[in-house]
């Protein structure tokens, strides 16, 4: 019995090769480029000031679930009391927000547990990031590429600086 070929068949073969070549250049490219990257947040206005700033404002569940429904950008502390690692997090936070002239929230960890914010941020201490309403990043405690943060106040200031496009 004799094989029946296909009169195009290496034609086809060799369209198919080129068009993976391709895309997957295309895609290289992209990620070396940062073209898939997050953009950065921008904040709300009301999130910069003059002055106090520094002073993480405290903020409960419904409070938040308000910041969220409104559709609003901001960044919040996940905080628990009695934790050094949350303490030393807490005081590289302040120093950020005074630096850059940006009011942070801080909210309790018990309290994260009533919002959607729960749904991103599983441990404390952390930072979230929210633009227009959703978490879109987030300081992972459990997370070996983000340990820097939480022991160096530079590390820190460098991931939130990935992440917020300030004025």
């Known amino acids: 019995m004799s094989e029946v070929k296909h009169p195009n068949g290496g034609v086809l073969g060799l369209v198919v090769a080129l068009v993976v070549v391709l895309i997957g250049g295309v895609l290289f490219v992209g990620a070396v480029s940062g073209w898939f990257d997050d953009p950065k947040v921008t904040l709300d206005a009301e999130y910069y000031c003059e002055v106090d700033c520094g002073e993480l404002m405290e903020i409960g569940a419904t409070s ?17 009391g009695g934790c050094t690692t949350a303490d030393r997090l807490r005081g590289f936070v302040t120093e950020y927000a005074k630096e850059t002239g940006i009011r942070i929230y801080r909210m309790m960890f018990e309290e994260i547990k009533k919002t959607s914010l729960y749904e991103s941020v599983k441990y404390y201490p952390s930072v979230a990031v929210v633009a227009k309403g959703m978490v879109v990043s987030w300081l992972r405690a459990d997370s070996d590429e983000d340990a820097g943060a939480y022991n160096s106040y530079d590390e820190l200031k460098g991931w939130l600086s990935g992440r917020l496009e300030l004025r």
């Not at 910041?67 to 996940?78: P, W």
């Open 64 to 80: 938040y679930d308000d910041l969220i429904v409104a559709k609003k950008s901001f960044v919040v502390f996940v905080d628990q």
